[in-house]
């Protein structure tokens, strides 16, 4: 049985919420930052996975910084979409997600960076 991994069903969660978000911005004929949102947004999974997969730490904290990188990106584009009105959506349900993404994301990066630069 596989150890549940907070981060990755997280990230996961949160894309498939963004397509949801994406659709909504569609039926209300946004189409180009909604563009940026739905890649941002759902890269930060996929960067999480590869993560998972790296071959040392330096490439998994290489691969998770990237992934906090997308989740800070996919804050401004919610909160652009939000604050331009060109969008009606509620805008609490997406910023507390990715708020918590960020977070986590924030607090791998910095331990890991503590531990390799302990062993220099």
């Given amino acids: ?5 907070v981060i990755k069903e997280k990230t996961f969660s949160f894309a498939l919420v963004i397509i ?18 739905l890649r941002s947004g759902t890269s930060i999974g996929a960067n999480v996975q590869e993560a998972l997969a790296a071959f040392s730490q330096k490439d ?4 998770m910084s990237i992934a906090s990188k997308e989740a800070r990106e996919t804050q401004y584009w919610i909160e652009l ?9 509620n805008e609490e349900k997406y910023t507390k997600e990715i708020n ?6 924030t607090s791998i990066v910095k ?6 630069n302990n062993k220099t």
């Fill in 1 to 5: 049985m596989q150890k549940e991994n």
């Fill in 100 to 105: 918590d993404i960020v977070n986590i994301l």
């Fill in 60 to 63: 998994f904290l290489y691969k």
């Fill in 81 to 89: 979409l939000s604050k331009s009105k060109m969008v009606e959506f």
């Fill in 111 to 116: 331990t890991l960076q503590q531990k390799l």
């Fill in 20 to 37: 949801e978000l994406y659709k909504i911005c569609k039926t209300q004929n946004e189409f180009i930052l909604s563009k940026q949102l």
